[in-house]
């Protein structure tokens, strides 16, 4: 079935529906990972995003479940240049993801990077005109000022791990498997918390760990609020969105990406070492470069602040995914030497 990208600039891209069909709106994105494919798509930071893979081809080693990283697709379509292998096609089906395969997505990307991201519609069969597509993705909420975590968060407590050394509460902002597994792993005790938990509630753990998510940290007052309030009072970590609102509670600013970083070798130069880590990355938004002696990391790409560290507050944070999954793992430290560091005074 044949099927088309409609960027919300008028830009056109064609290509075979090889997913669900159907519409699917959302932000139109690239990460240049070139495996973990599975990943991508159920990982609960690309909620509303079309994202297209910079890999020529993709789907090549099949799927399997322990790879998903919650419960199900996030990303509301995915765009390749060669979708290979019946497994991972099939399972776009299953899970309603709508998937092109065909696109020119050296050129999309290119129009990507020097345009920014923006809303974008995939549609297919050829019922609709670009310009009736065009219409209807013009009138869908942008990226910048949308707080998207309560679609991805728990509703209820609940616990990953029950035996460990040290007990950590996660907050769960859209938060990965892998990062949870990783603190099993380490020898911590795990329960996770919807994200609109009070502190007190999760102040009396061992340690605290901000997850990852979705969307656009500025409009989340009422979880930067309380991670002003946990403070001094807990050990804190926060990743990926969990760093971006570590930062507003510390009074730093945030601002969107031109078209974000998302893939698996993202340079990030830790001041205190001179030591650069090749990262795994997904966001749009960024904390705002600045001197203060809190910034522990910034990307070589554009000098965003990559990690804080407040040790006053007991507090610390990466923009990069440490839990590595699928890779690299120049970080893969970061959550395991937090976790040591909670059972040295606990």
């Not at 570590?246 to 340079?267: S, Y």
């Not at 904390?287 to 002696?293: E, F, G, K, L, Q």
């Amino acid at each position: 079935m044949s099927a088309m990208l409609v960027l919300e600039d008028g830009a056109t891209f064609s290509g075979t529906s090889v997913g669900a069909a159907g519409f699917a709106f959302g932000e139109a994105v690239f990460t240049t990972s070139m495996s973990g494919y599975q990943e991508v798509a159920t990982d609960p930071s690309f909620e509303g995003q079309l994202v297209c893979f910079t890999a020529p081809m993709v789907g090549n080693y099949g799927v399997a479940t322990e790879r998903s990283e919650s419960r199900r697709p996030h990303a509301r379509a995915v765009l390749m240049r060669e979708a290979r292998g019946p497994q991972w096609t099939d399972w776009l089906h299953e899970h309603g993801v709508v998937g092109l395969t065909g696109v020119d997505t050296r050129s999309l990307v290119l129009h990507l990077r020097d345009q920014g991201s923006m809303r974008a519609a995939v549609v297919t069969g050829d019922e609709d005109s670009p310009d009736e597509v065009l219409a209807a993705v013009r009138e869908q909420p942008a990226m910048a000022g949308a707080a998207l975590v309560a679609g991805v968060s728990t509703k209820e407590q609940y616990t990953f791990a029950a035996d460990g050394a040290v007990r950590v509460a996660v907050v769960d902002y859209g938060c990965k498997r892998s990062i949870l597994r990783r603190l099993a792993a380490n020898g911590a005790a795990v329960d996770v918390f919807p994200h609109d938990v009070d502190a007190d509630t999760v102040a009396t753990y061992d340690g605290v760990l901000l997850s990852p998510g979705p969307g656009d940290p500025a409009p989340l007052t009422a979880e930067a609020t309380v991670v002003q309030e946990l403070l001094g009072r807990t050990p804190v970590l926060g990743v990926c969105l969990g760093h971006q609102l570590l930062a507003v509670a510390t009074g730093h600013g945030t601002f969107k990406l031109p078209f974000g970083h998302r893939g698996a070798n993202h340079p990030v130069l830790d001041r205190r070492t001179n030591k650069v880590l090749v990262t795994s990355q997904n966001h749009g938004f960024a904390v705002a470069a600045d001197d203060h002696r809190s910034v522990t990391h910034s990307s070589l790409y554009d000098d965003t602040v990559e990690g804080l560290d407040y040790p006053d507050l007991r507090a610390r944070s990466a923009q990069f995914h440490p839990e590595a999954s699928p890779g690299p793992h120049d970080a893969a430290s970061i959550i395991g030497d937090w976790v040591e560091g909670l059972k040295a005074v606990a």
